[in-house]
């Protein structure tokens, strides 16, 4: 096998999906299928059972996935080390995964993750580094970073996304004296009446949490633009606006200025790690490995 067959065969080995496979190794289905076909020519007999809603691993299939797997990553380690060394004179255990968060995020309920990377990859230490939510993508793009967890969707043409890392609801974030202060909950409807702050990000990107229209399409008033946390809680207890936010500022970013009102009847917003298309490294894939292997935590 050649160590891109190997790479698809146990990308399929735990996606078990021809499609999933494909658009994670930025291949077509056809070359996933064609690689899994040529390695059981090879080998002589099935590796996987197959049909057009079913795909699982054969006995054969789940031993040689067990076999190989090791000797993938020590030699992807190693390759990954020898590129470094090449190029910078650095041994990789010297390098750390650089990863932002907008708004600092829920580091503590990620910490499952973190965790088992450190446990996994020692030798790859995480940085961990705040990102302002006006300027979602600009540590990626001038390569401060090697990954970005954002909230979805991301759909920047230089840009990859990763798995689902996490879920969580939306609560509105008001002044204490606002008259939604004492409210149990509200809708995106209660907008209506309010105005939302205003960021220089792509709008799809600010919509998926502060739409421009409330389901029924009334307007929602836009207020001033607000670049990060700080502008934002300043403002928000002041009365000028009111802001949907994610709900772990409950638990991160208690103030008694500022009251944390549940919002309903919408889906929970979805945060995946992005990174740049055209710098993705073993040390990224390892991550996503990470993600992967743990699934979506729900916050």
Known sequence: MELRDIEIFLTLAEELHFGRTAQRLRLTPARVSQSVKKQERQIGALLFDRS??????????????????????????????????ASTGTAAADTPLRLGIVGGGPLDDLRPVFDEFASRHPEHPI????????????????????????????????????????????????????RLAQRESVTYEDLAAETTLAADVPDYW??????????????????????????????????????????????????????????????????????????????????????TDLGPLHL
Do not use: C
């Not at 403002?235 to 606006?241: F, K, L, Y």
């Open 127 to 178: 940085q961990l580094r705040s990102i302002p939510f006006g300027r979602p993508f600009a540590g990626l793009r001038r390569g401060d970073l090697d990954l970005a967890v954002l909230w979805l969707p991301v759909r920047e043409p230089d840009l990859a996304v990763g798995p689902l890392m996490f879920t969580e609801p939306f609560v509105l974030a008001v002044g204490i004296r606002h």
């Open 52 to 85: 057009s809603h079913h795909v699982a691993l054969t006995a054969l299939g789940r031993r040689l996935r067990d076999d190989l797997q090791p000797a993938y990553q020590a030699l992807r380690k190693g390759l990954d080390n020898a590129r470094l060394t």
């Open 206 to 291: 600010r919509a998926a949490v502060v739409p421009f229209r409330t389901p029924s399409g009334h307007p929602i008033r836009v207020g001033p633009t607000v670049a990060d946390w700080m502008e934002l809680v300043a403002i928000v207890a002041n009365g000028e606006i009111v802001a949907p936010v994610h709900a772990h500022a409950v638990r991160y970013h208690t103030r008694p200025d500022i009251a944390y009102i549940p919002i309903t009847g919408v889906p929970d917003s979805r945060w995946a790690p992005v990174w740049r298309a055209d710098a993705e490294s073993d040390v990224i894939r390892a991550f996503l490995d990470v993600i």
